[in-house]
């Protein structure tokens, strides 16, 4: 990845699915599942407030047009109808050792469509062959089984447990470290 590559604007096409730049009007969309404690039970973070998710939103839009970009917040579209339905997001963690990571979010009204799935696997390509990255990784929390599936889906293997890893709400969180390597993405081995 060269630095004078911003990559704005991003739009991700899939069959289902589309990963665009956000806009301002996203946020009702955003608010809507960014409040829910069922669909943020697993993050690191919520239900947010409204005014949380919009603090979220102006970052996310300023990001977007940082040069060198390191961060990569996408919306989450459902082609068929248009709808936002979920956020995407894959961040450049280091530059020097080609890594990033991905992670993603869905309104609870469209989980079990295999959306999540496709949309992991168009952040996973556009980090290999747009970003130029060797490793991908993604963690999730060991009781959150539909994004262990997702990732697996995408080729990423399971390597490793980390044990109370992070403080959420109040209390320490597990995590569990999957990966993906450019080679096992170019052999095939991905969704």
């Known amino acids: 990845m060269t630095d004078d590559q911003n990559f704005y604007p991003i739009a991700l096409v899939g069959e289902r699915v589309i990963l665009r ?4 009007d996203d946020l009702d969309a ?10 943020t039970r697993h993050l ?12 979220w939103l102006a970052r996310a839009l300023s990001e977007a047009r940082e040069v060198p970009r390191q961060h990569f917040a996408l919306a989450l579209l459902e082609r068929s109808s ?13 530059r020097s050792h080609r890594v ?20 992991a696997g168009l952040l996973v390509t556009f980090g290999f062959q747009r970003l130029d ?9 060991p009781a959150n089984m539909g994004s ?43 969704c």
């Open 21 to 24: 730049e956000f806009a301002p």
């Open 30 to 39: 955003v608010a809507l599942y960014a409040a829910n404690a069922e669909v």
């Open 44 to 55: 690191v973070w919520g239900p947010q407030s409204r005014a949380e998710t919009n603090e």
């Open 82 to 94: 248009g709808r936002l339905v979920g956020t995407g997001r894959i961040s450049v963690v280091s």
């Open 100 to 119: 990033g990571s991905i992670g993603y979010v869905l309104n609870r009204a469209y989980w079990g469509r295999g959306y999540a799935s496709e949309m």
């Open 133 to 141: 990255l060797h490793r991908i990784e993604a963690t999730c929390d």
């Open 148 to 190: 262990r599936r997702v990732l697996e889906k995408c080729g990423m293997r399971y390597e490793g447990h980390a044990r109370e890893h992070l403080w959420v709400r109040g209390a320490w969180r597990d995590s569990l470290l999957y990966a993906i390597l450019e080679q096992d993405w170019r052999n095939g081995k991905h």
